[in-house]
C-alpha cells in the first residue's frame, strides 16, 4: 500500500535528521506529534540537497543535482518517487501549500554552490541566505500555520531573519572547512582567510539584530504545536553564538566551536521551565 511506502519515507527522514544534525533533531522532537514528520520530510529534502554539493567531491556534482531536481519535479507530477526522501518532501509540499518559489530558491543556492566561491556584495550575500535559509524557514512556517494564510504573512519576515541568523551562524562556526575544504566565503568585504575581532564583532551584532527581530516578533507568536520545538533550536544558536563571540577570532579559524551534549541537555531543561511557567 502507499501508505506504508509513505510511512517508510517519513522514516527515511527522521533517520537523516537524525545522523545529520543531533541539535536540530532534538528541536524537532519538542514539536506538537501532528507536524514532526512534515519538518523530518523538510529537512531530510534539504540536507541531500546540500550533500551533493557539500560532500560528494568524488562524483559529477552538476549531474547529482540535476537529477535530483529532475527526480522532485517528476514526482509533483506522479505523485510518488522511489526516492523516499522525494517521496515525503513532495507529500509534505502537496498537504502544507508549500509553494514552489520557495523550492526553487533554495535549489537556486544549492546550485550556486556548486560554481560560485565567493560573495563580493551585500546584494549576492542576502540572496544566497535568502535561497539556502530563510525559504526552509518559510516551508517549515507552512506547516506551523497550518493554512492560516494570515498568521503566516504576519510571522513571514521574522521566520526568516531567524533563517538567516541560524544560517549565518553556521557560516561563521564553520569558517575554517568552508574555506579549506570548500574553498567558499560568504562573508562580503570580509578578509576571513585573516579574520580580525573588529570584522567578526561586526558579523556577530548583524546576528544579534536577527536574533532579537525573529524572538519577539516571531517564535512569541507561533502556534503552541510550534513554539516549544522553535525555541529550543533558537536558545541552541544563541548559546552557539555567544561561544563564538567569546572566541577569539584566530581560534574559529583553527577549530569548529560546538555545544557539548551536557550543555545541550541544560538548554533544554532550562527552556522547558521558561515554557512550562508561560515566560515564552
Known amino acids: 500500500m502507499k501508505v506504508l511506502f509513505d510511512q517508510v519515507s517519513t522514516g527515511c527522514s527522521k533517520l537523516v535528521t537524525k545522523k545529520y544534525s543531533t541539535s536540530f533533531s532534538l528541536s524537532v522532537k519538542m514539536l506538537s506529534p501532528k507536524i514532526r514528520s512534515a519538518i523530518y520530510n523538510i529537512y531530510g529534502f534539504v540536507r541531500f540537497a546540500d550533500e551533493i554539493v557539500d560532500s560528494f567531491h568524488s562524483y559529477d556534482k552538476v549531474k547529482l543535482m540535476n537529477k535530483f531536481e529532475e527526480d522532485y519535479y ?4 506522479e ?5 523516499p526522501i522525494i517521496n515525503a518532501f513532495q507529500q509534505t509540499v502537496f498537504e502544507y501549500q508549500i509553494t514552489d518559489d520557495l523550492v526553487q530558491a533554495f535549489l537556486k543556492s544549492m546550485k550556486a ?9 551585500k546584494e549576492e550575500y542576502d540572496a544566497y541566505i535568502y535561497g539556502s535559509a530563510d ?5 517549515c512556517l507552512k506547516v506551523f500555520v497550518n493554512g492560516d494564510t494570515d498568521k503566516y504573512e504576519a510571522l513571514k519576515e521574522p521566520a526568516m531573519r531567524l ?17 579549506e575544504d570548500l574553498d567558499r566565503s560568504y562573508f562580503p568585504n570580509v578578509n576571513l582567510k585573516s579574520l580580525d575581532n573588529d570584522s567578526k564583532n561586526t558579523i556577530i551584532k548583524e546576528i544579534e539584530e536577527d536574533f532579537d527581530v525573529a524572538f519577539k516578533e516571531g517564535v512569541l507568536k507561533l502556534p503552541v504545536e510550534a513554539k516549544f520545538g522553535v525555541y529550543v533550536a533558537y536558545r541552541y544558536y544563541k548559546r552557539l553564538l555567544k561561544k563564538l563571540k567569546n572566541t577569539p577570532s584566530e581560534e574559529i579559524m583553527e577549530t569548529r566551536i560546538r555545544i557539548s551534549n551536557p550543555m545541550k541537555i541544560n538548554l533544554l531543561a532550562r527552556s522547558f521551565v521558561k515554557y512550562k511557567l508561560n515566560l515564552i
Open 135 to 139: 525559504v526552509v524557514g518559510l516551508m
Open 113 to 121: 554552490d556548486l560554481y560560485k566561491t565567493e560573495y563580493k556584495t
Open 79 to 83: 505523485g510518488i518517487s522511489l526516492n
Open 163 to 179: 533563517g538567516s541568523a541560524f544560517q549565518k551562524v553556521n557560516f561563521l562556526r564553520d569558517l575554517k572547512d568552508d574555506i
Open 74 to 77: 517528476d514526482s509533483l507530477k
